[in-house]
């Protein structure tokens, strides 16, 4: 079944496992995620859900979002994505999504925008290799032949230096690690596309996993506070 769900990357951290392992995992926040609109065959051609996420001013938006958020019963909203082949029968407009679309040890895919790096060169951009670093080479960390001798200008697809970063990725297969409906948090194993506060959207993974990581019973470190005995109330 086709579903997502959108959130704010928070940061890293790690849990253990009652067994003793330990696992990376990072932090989404989804809550806010409310179904925007719903498409149909009949009406649009394909079936489809749009959700909204994170609230905004309604001057910094369009016209036509305040309305279409209107229609849902919700405020503005900044982020808007589709989830096309969703069971739209299951779902209606205005409708909370949270975190427990998701169940632990569920297989998932995660797609950010990565972090910018601005210009780099070739060999951070490409993982190109240096040149010799003796004083007599004059040549260190340059881009190599240019190919400008025969062809006469630079063959397509000659890797230079340029801008890095700031690109849609997505990380696959990764694991649900753990989720909390009451906190609208979800704990995805490993690392994930984007900086910190970046939005990100948490899909059904679309390969099938050769390995899957196996999630068992988290170790709870809540500290609870227990009665104290008084001679009141003894």
Do not use: C, W
Not at 8 to 26: D, E, H, N, S, Y
Not at 88 to 116: C, P, R
Not at 168 to 191: F, H, P, R, Y
Request: glycine share 12%; charged share 25%.
């Amino acid at each position: 079944m086709k579903k997502g769900i959108l959130g704010r990357k928070v940061g890293m951290t790690q849990v253990f496992t009652k067994a003793g392992k330990l696992i990376p995992v990072t932090v989404v926040e989804v809550g806010g995620n409310v179904v925007t609109q719903i498409k149909t065959k009949d009406k649009d051609g394909y079936d489809a859900i749009q959700l909204g996420f994170g609230d905004t001013k309604e001057k910094l938006t369009t016209k036509a979002s305040v309305g279409q958020t209107a229609k849902a019963n919700t405020t503005p909203k900044r982020y808007f994505r589709e989830i096309r082949g969703a069971e739209v029968a299951n779902y209606t407009l205005g409708q909370n999504i949270d975190a427990d679309i998701f169940t632990v040890g569920e297989v998932v895919d995660v797609t950010g925008i990565s972090k910018g790096k601005g210009t780099q060169g070739v060999i951070k951009r490409n993982n190109q290799t240096r040149g010799p670093m003796g004083h007599g080479s004059k040549y260190h960390r340059g881009v190599g032949s240019l190919g400008t001798r025969l062809p006469k200008h630079v063959i397509k697809g000659k890797i230079l230096p340029g801008h890095m970063g700031s690109e849609k990725k997505t990380m696959q297969n990764l694991v649900i690690v753990a989720t909390d409906a009451k906190e609208n948090i979800i704990l995805v194993s490993g690392n994930i596309p984007g900086a910190k506060k970046s939005m990100v959207m948490i899909r059904p993974a679309v390969k099938k996993p050769k390995k899957v990581l196996k999630v068992d019973e988290l170790v709870d470190f809540s500290v609870k506070a227990e009665p104290t005995t008084t001679e009141e109330n003894k």
